[in-house]
């Protein structure tokens, strides 16, 4: 099942977000440390709301150990503005792990270059970046539908009144 990953997140906010889609989507985060917020801040559980306790939620103290616990089939696609690979053009597998840098400062290029798949989101030219739970949500719809991986058995809105 494809999966994501957060490297150093900087914007507690964002990686509530990402947990949240995380849970409804029934896919796995990984959290690589350190973040530059108190992993349960208040502001996390805010943006994630009561779905945080769904989600299935991994830390790694390093990337060193995000490494030393992945295996050998997971492969690597970094979700980058420096992508080789526009989205459209790209190609998924159900092992995927989608890797989003920090906020401020994207990866290393250590990581950068460990990653066997750089994915952009193509933007109009007189734009920076997009939101990595935005960018995040985007790539993941597109992973999710190239290997079948949307969540089954979806219930309907309790809210929506009934078609006459």
């Given at each position: 099942?494809v999966g994501?990953?957060?490297?150093q997140?900087?914007?507690?906010?964002?990686a509530?977000?990402i947990?949240?889609?995380?849970?409804?989507?029934?896919?796995?985060?990984d959290?690589?440390?350190?973040?530059?917020?108190?992993?349960?801040?208040k502001r996390?559980?805010r943006?994630?709301?009561?779905?945080l306790?769904?989600?299935?939620?991994?830390?790694?103290?390093?990337?060193?150990?995000?490494l030393?616990?992945?295996?050998?089939?997971?492969?690597?696609?970094?979700l980058?503005?420096?992508?080789?690979?526009?989205?459209?053009?790209?190609?998924?597998e159900?092992n995927?792990?989608l890797?989003l840098g920090?906020?401020?400062?994207?990866v290393p290029?250590?990581?950068?270059?460990?990653?066997t798949?750089?994915?952009?989101?193509?933007m109009?030219?007189?734009?920076?970046?997009?939101?990595?739970?935005?960018?995040?949500s985007?790539?993941?719809?597109?992973?999710?539908?190239?290997?079948?991986?949307?969540?089954?058995?979806?219930?309907?809105?309790?809210?929506t009144?009934?078609?006459?």
């Amino acid at each position: 099942m494809v999966g994501l990953a957060l490297y150093q997140p900087d914007i507690p906010q964002n990686a509530g977000t990402i947990l949240r889609l995380g849970a409804c989507m029934g896919v796995g985060v990984d959290i690589i440390e350190p973040c530059g917020f108190v992993l349960d801040d208040k502001r996390m559980r805010r943006a994630g709301m009561d779905y945080l306790d769904l989600a299935a939620l991994t830390r790694h103290a390093s990337w060193g150990a995000f490494l030393d616990g992945l295996s050998p089939e997971r492969r690597l696609v970094l979700l980058t503005t420096a992508g080789d690979t526009p989205l459209p053009e790209a190609t998924f597998e159900p092992n995927d792990i989608l890797l989003l840098g920090r906020e401020s400062a994207g990866v290393p290029p250590e990581v950068h270059a460990q990653c066997t798949l750089r994915v952009r989101v193509p933007m109009i030219a007189e734009t920076r970046s997009l939101n990595i739970a935005v960018c995040a949500s985007m790539v993941l719809g597109e992973a999710l539908r190239q290997t079948n991986g949307w969540p089954q058995g979806e219930k309907p809105d309790d809210r929506t009144p009934p078609v006459p």
